[in-house]
């Protein structure tokens, strides 16, 4: 079966740096995604990887390894907007989007 | 641009009952999708269209059914509303589904089934 899995909550500190980490499991492979989505609204589009390596943009960057069916999205001088889920989806060999479940992700003052 | 716009916002039915979501697209996209999104859950395809006219299933179609007459427009309907179905709805269009462009997402559709 196809899997996509994140952590489902994760703390960190207005200023500092996160890592949300996502694995995957998928019936081929035609680029990765991070879409961030606050409470109670749509998903929105972060970033989008399909070669391996590091993609930055602004305070967020993406990383992809597919050798290894891993990705991160890293968050910098985090600020307490930045508080929402984010949500990894994998584009399988059908260019169908397999999502994984989220990361909630709360700043603390 | 509107972008992509979904009515109701809310819907409250009882079990059995009949309803349409409706969802609309203004920036000309061809592919466009009905998801459902629950909590500790992934987005999950319910159903998806390439096109005016072309409709396909996704991982979730029982109970669902899907019409897309126009490009624009892009109908989710429930033929006997059940409790499984109440869930957050969400509509999405892109240009192509190969493509690596965004997809957009409407504001979704908080449905509750009794």
């Known amino acids: 079966g196809q899997n996509i899995d994140q952590p489902t909550e994760m703390t960190a500190t207005e200023g500092a740096i996160v890592q949300i980490n996502c694995t995957y499991q998928?019936?081929?492979?035609?680029?990765l995604f991070w879409y961030q989505q606050h409470a109670g609204e749509a998903p929105t589009f972060l970033s989008y990887?399909?070669l391996d390596g590091l993609e930055e943009k602004g305070r967020f960057s993406s990383f992809l390894s597919r050798s290894k069916g891993y990705s991160y999205l890293l968050l910098k001088e985090l600020q307490m907007k930045d508080s929402a889920s984010y949500l990894c989806a994998v584009l399988d060999s059908n260019y169908q989007l397999i999502w994984g479940a989220g990361t909630k992700l709360i700043i603390k003052p | 641009n509107a972008g992509v716009t979904q009515t109701p916002k809310f819907q409250v039915l009882k079990t059995g009952q009949s309803m349409t979501l409706q969802c609309a697209q203004d920036?000309?996209?061809?592919?466009m999708s009905w998801y459902r999104q629950d909590p500790g859950m992934g987005l999950r395809l319910i159903h998806y269209?390439?096109?005016?006219?072309?409709?396909d299933q996704g991982e979730v179609p029982n109970g669902y059914n899907v019409s897309r007459l126009k490009k624009q427009n892009f109908l989710l309907g429930l033929e006997s509303a059940a409790p499984s179905q109440t869930s957050v709805y969400f509509c999405?269009?892109?240009?192509?589904?190969?493509?690596?462009?965004?997809?957009?997402f409407g504001p979704g559709t908080r449905l509750t089934v009794l």
């Open positions: 920036m000309n996209h061809e592919y």
């Open positions: 998928t019936s081929g492979f035609n680029g």
């Open positions: 999405a269009s892109s240009y192509r589904p190969e493509s690596t462009d965004t997809q957009y």
């Open positions: 269209s390439v096109g005016a006219g072309i409709t």
């Open positions: 990887n399909v």
